[in-house]
């Protein structure tokens, strides 16, 4: 096989597709190895770690039709490397040469039939609105753990619910859920998907403010038995799917409270980072003393020392105290839309949820921190 | 107070190092022992020595000499099963006495101690008279030997402390000296004829390359040039070594640091394959780690499991808490998890519990929603067994909330203080032979030889300050 490029759209795809080649470690090298195919002047790139698969489909011109599979994060950083301009890849028996300018580089290729045999992407597509997704995602996938050890919350959970689509996540110590409106992506029959968060944070990579600059209007989404895909420009990214039940967390969510904080976003956002300064470790919390018309912030940090700051509000309900863990609470204020947010609270040690006073389309439900 | 020569007072730095400690405490223990050829360790084929007593040293038997060899050499050694927990004991009676001379004492494992005494001289006198009253004084609250060197800096004093040993003979020890001064004048004609292999960082490679440029003594090492040892053994450690050879040794005695992680391991006397017989032991380990965070008053974040298969090959699997914990439950539940994603079936030959990233102080602590539902919530969750195969989490059951496991904990914990560690555990731990419980180093040097499948039924570690009858 043989082919020539521009430099960037090279960087672009190999980088991009091994994204999804495990850093931790193969069971196979091929694993730790990226497949590259040109057929005509279609080129097409995929990175799998049989969970993620990435695939950039682009423009190359053809010059020999075949594929190799070449080490990912070699192949990616040669070509970064080199001068821009044309690029020059050819393959032989087992190695491949990368060519630009006057650089040459012989690279060592794996046995493309080492290389696992991943499933065609199916046809039956829906789209989804990106910016809408782009959004419901920065709110949500923040919430899922990072923790293998509890693998069903590093999923984020994809539901119908009445006439939409309920994004939902959690850690075990906050949960967002957003509600998007719509009949929504999932198949007929299917009533809910877990999809790890790992592949949403990829996702959102390749969406609107995701660092892409050419922005899709529209991501198309197909779901399978035991994988999704999204296709995004030219990307198509697959994911196997969480297999088990999520936790029933509608249960967590109280059916009423009886404190409401009404504060400005920006306001909040900016004393909370301020006070923050003095957290050390992340066992120290702030502490959110509530009455009528203020909440003050504090932060006392035993070997550091302690900071409070006042800041207006309107509150309704008893005075009351409740502390919690800075960062996870600034998540939750960040992640809410518009300029004020609501903080609604029952006692010190029960979930309290933070969202729009407007609109209840989104919740991030935190659980205090105990402080004696 | 005469003043004496400056010299002598430069001798500030004490090194303290206990005789055949191990085995002495036994013999200490169980009179029955003395004079005779014991040795603390693992008895199994996997057994190392740990400490023996100089009669078993005159067969040539030597701490981390194998056990099988240590047998072959001397069938009539009396084998002791290592007691830890009762050196720990002993330990910290030492330190204690240590403190009495100094606060800067400098522990160097259980047995041994690093002491700077400049403070104490115009209150005890001259290091020498210091020396020999810390020697008394272990021996008077301890009935335990130990030798003491003083020097300058921690090298010499503590080859200093070596030629104050007993020396193993045919015909039983010969005491040696117990305190020796190198004083500043005397250092080099000390040192010189010594063999390299006496310095640190002097292993058997490091000594091999010195004797193709024939270097035998640290003498030989003093009269090669620098830049030479560089060329040779590297930058760093050809500097080092040219610093010792002429007795140049800046490092400071530091004061006990903390303890940076608590942890427990076990080797087993054979292989084990499956998780039914690997969960019990970890539950011990891990409750005996809460334990000890508990009486340290500290909380772990992060949570270890070593696992070393039967090739020796060691992995581990480390997993940080969102909140630091004490708490066994938790401890039990994130091991057990940890363990659980690993593959057994190669055969497990050493598993191990730590936590690390401890902190103490302040008594914050994220609340979980698995804890919504305490009492008086409206709508406790009815867990289901689909969850509840989840594991640790959302899906744990969970009869009682995280406050009232703490106070549980807390109960367990005063109970294990009144009435022994075995009085209370968790009921996966009680086996035929009682209630199993993990001490601090029970398997330190391998397992026993008729050790069997740890778990319940090798419940017979003899309670505190019980001898332990030879076994080999």
């Known amino acids: 096989m043989k082919f020539r490029c521009e430099r960037d759209t090279l960087v672009d795809a190999l980088t991009t597709a091994s994204r999804a080649v495990t850093s931790r470690g193969a069971t196979t090298t091929s694993l730790n190895g990226i497949r590259v195919e040109v057929a005509g002047n279609r080129l097409s790139v995929v990175g799998t770690d049989l969970d993620l698969t990435v695939r950039v489909e682009g423009e190359a011109i053809g010059l020999d039709d075949g594929v190799l599979v070449a080490p990912a994060r070699l192949a990616a950083d040669i070509v970064r490397a080199l001068e821009p301009g044309a690029v020059t890849v050819e393959g032989g028996e087992d190695e491949v040469e990368i060519s630009a300018a006057r650089s040459r580089f012989v690279v060592r290729t794996y046995p493309v039939e080492d290389f696992p045999v991943l499933p065609e992407p199916r046809d039956d597509q829906v789209s989804l609105p990106s910016a809408v997704l782009a959004e419901a995602l920065r709110q949500v996938v923040r919430a899922a753990s990072g923790d293998d050890a509890r693998p069903l919350l590093t999923g984020v959970l994809v539901a119908a619910e009445g006439e939409g689509t309920r994004f939902v996540a959690t850690d075990s110590y906050r949960l967002a859920l957003r509600d998007v409106a719509g009949t929504g992506p999932l198949p007929a029959g299917t009533e809910q998907i877990l999809v790890p968060a790992r592949a949403l944070t990829e996702l959102q990579r390749l969406l609107p403010g995701g660092g892409k600059d050419d922005t899709a209007k529209e991501v198309g989404f197909s779901v399978g038995e035991l994988d999704a895909t999204f296709s995004v420009d030219g990307v198509r990214l697959t994911t196997r799917l969480l297999d088990g039940r999520f936790p029933d967390y509608r249960q967590l969510i109280p059916p009423g409270y009886p404190n409401q904080l009404r504060v400005a976003k920006e306001g909040l956002i900016d004393a909370l980072r301020r006070v923050r300064l003095l957290v050390r470790d992340n066992t120290t919390p702030v502490r959110l003393t509530m009455r009528s018309g203020t909440v003050e912030l504090t932060v006392v940090s035993q070997e550091v020392g302690h900071a409070s700051e006042d800041v207006d509000a309107q509150y309704e309900g008893e005075e009351l105290t409740v502390a919690f863990n800075p960062t996870y609470l600034l998540d939750g204020v960040e992640a809410v839309l518009g300029d004020e947010v609501l903080l609604e609270t029952l006692d010190a040690t029960k979930p309290a949820t933070v969202r729009s006073p407007e609109h209840d389309d989104y919740r991030y439900l935190l659980m205090p921190v105990r402080v004696s | ?472």
């Open chain 2, 1 to 472: 107070m005469t003043s004496a020569p400056a010299s002598v007072h430069a001798c500030s730095v004490l090194h303290v190092d206990m005789d055949a400690f191990f085995a002495a405490v036994e013999v200490r223990d169980d009179p029955s022992l003395a004079g005779k050829p014991v040795i603390v360790g693992g008895s199994g084929t996997r057994g190392v020595v740990a400490s023996c007593t100089y009669e078993a040293r005159a067969f040539g038997i030597r701490s981390a000499m194998s056990s099988v060899e240590a047998r072959r050499r001397c069938p009539e050694a009396l084998f002791v099963s290592g007691r830890y927990w009762r050196y720990a004991e002993v330990s910290a009676e030492l330190h204690e006495v240590l403190r009495g001379f100094t606060p800067v004492v400098e522990p160097i494992g259980l047995d041994e101690a690093f002491l700077d005494v400049r403070g104490a001289i115009r209150l005890l006198g001259e290091p020498v008279v210091i020396a020999r009253s810390l020697r008394a004084e272990v021996r008077r609250r301890l009935s335990l030997d130990c030798s003491v060197g003083a020097a300058r800096n921690k090298l010499l004093a503590k080859l200093a402390s070596e030629a104050a040993k007993p020396v193993a003979t045919a015909r039983g020890p010969r005491p040696g000296p117990g305190v020796v001064v190198v004083a500043p004048e005397d250092e080099l004609s000390f040192l010189h004829p010594l063999p390299v292999r006496a310095l640190w960082g002097v292993g058997p490679s490091t000594a091999a390359r010195l004797t193709g440029i024939g270097v035998v003594t640290v003498g030989d090492l003093a009269a090669v040039p620098p830049d030479t040892l560089c060329r040779l053994l590297g930058n760093a450690q050809g500097r080092h070594l040219a610093g010792l050879a002429v007795a140049d040794d800046a490092r400071p005695v530091v004061a006990e640091r903390e303890a940076k992680s608590i942890g427990h391991e076990e080797t087993f006397a054979r292989d084990l394959h499956d998780h039914e017989s690997l969960h019990p032991i970890l539950v011990r380990m891990a409750d005996a780690v809460g334990e000890r965070l508990r009486e340290a008053g500290l909380r772990a974040r992060t949570v270890t499991v070593k696992i070393r298969f039967a090739d020796r090959a060691t992995i581990t699997r480390s997993h940080s808490l969102a909140a630091p914990t004490a708490s066994l439950r938790v401890l039990r539940a994130v091991a057990g998890e940890l363990l659980a994603s690993v593959d057994v079936g190669p055969g497990i030959r050493l598993l191990g519990v730590a936590g690390s990233a401890l902190t103490g102080g302040s008594d914050s602590r994220q609340l979980t929603f698995d804890e919504v539902g305490e009492p008086g919530s409206p709508d406790a969750p009815a867990r289901d067994p689909g969850e509840a195969a989840e594991g640790r989490g959302q899906g744990a059951p969970r009869p009682a909330s995280e406050a009232s496991w703490q106070e549980v904990e807390a109960a367990l914990a005063a109970v294990r203080a009144r009435y022994g560690q075995s009085a209370v555990g968790a009921a996966s731990l009680v086996g035929p032979g009682g209630l199993a419980v993990k001490r601090r180093g029970d398997t330190q040097w391998g397992p026993s030889a008729e050790g069997v499948a740890p778990g319940p039924a090798d419940a017979r570690t003899p309670g505190r300050g019980e001898p332990t009858g030879p076994d080999g």
